[in-house]
């Protein structure tokens, strides 16, 4: 079975699963990942954005380190909240979103936004107290490249119901 057959057919039984019933049995629990799902991106965006934000230059006078220590946990909290509100909204209607490119397109750009954090905090997270003055190019273009990022897996998530 071709990898993509076999996807499919995880969907599928992912669909027809309890949480899959649950969410589409119209007692509450959809809109409310939902609600969930959106507010885990503002937590795990803003968190994020901000330092990226402050290392592309904005807000100056806020030193480095210490907004990263405040706003990395909050965005390790929207990712949570982001990812299994996720499963149970996936849930709902995952055969036909297995195969809905604008859906395909989040979930890569989600994996790209993760290994770009991750490959962040792995070669700066120590470096950042020096940084306050003047965070060298590499570290910027990382910033910049997660603003992108990120605003595109929102606004794709926001697509996927407008889309065939």
Same mark, same amino acid.
């Given at each position: #079975?071709?990898?993509? $057959?076999?996807? @499919?057919?995880? &969907?599928?039984?992912?669909?027809?699963?309890?949480?899959? $019933?649950?969410?589409?049995?119209?007692?509450?629990?959809? =809109?409310? /990942?939902?609600?969930?799902?959106?507010?885990? *991106?503002? *937590?795990?965006?803003?968190?994020?954005?901000?330092?990226?934000?402050?290392?592309?230059?904005?807000?100056?006078? *806020?030193?480095?380190? =210490?907004?990263?220590?405040? #706003?990395? =946990?909050?965005?390790?909290?929207?990712?949570?909240?982001?990812?299994?509100?996720?499963?149970?909204?996936?849930?709902?209607?995952?055969? =036909?979103?297995? @195969?809905?490119?604008?859906?395909? %397109?989040? #979930?890569?750009?989600?994996?790209?936004?993760? &290994?770009? /954090?991750?490959?962040?905090?792995? #070669?700066?997270?120590?470096?950042?107290?020096?940084?306050? /003055?003047?965070?060298?190019?590499?570290?910027?273009?990382? &910033?910049?490249?997660?603003?992108?990022? %990120?605003?595109?897996?929102?606004?794709?998530?926001?697509?996927? /119901?407008?889309?065939?």
């Amino acid at each position: #079975m071709a990898l993509l $057959e076999t996807v @499919q057919a995880l &969907a599928v039984a992912f669909e027809q699963s309890p949480l899959g $019933e649950a969410a589409r049995s119209g007692g509450g629990l959809y =809109p409310i /990942a939902n609600l969930v799902h959106l507010l885990g *991106l503002i *937590l795990l965006s803003g968190g994020i954005g901000t330092v990226d934000l402050r290392l592309l230059g904005f807000a100056r006078a *806020l030193p480095l380190e =210490p907004l990263s220590r405040f #706003m990395t =946990p909050l965005a390790v909290v929207g990712l949570g909240l982001f990812v299994i509100s996720g499963l149970v909204v996936f849930s709902a209607d995952a055969g =036909p979103l297995a @195969q809905n490119r604008i859906f395909l %397109w989040k #979930m890569a750009g989600l994996g790209l936004g993760l &290994a770009n /954090a991750l490959a962040f905090n792995l #070669m700066y997270k120590r470096r950042l107290a020096g940084w306050d /003055a003047a965070p060298p190019l590499a570290g910027r273009l990382m &910033a910049a490249s997660s603003l992108l990022i %990120w605003l595109t897996v929102g606004g794709l998530g926001r697509f996927i /119901a407008y889309s065939a």
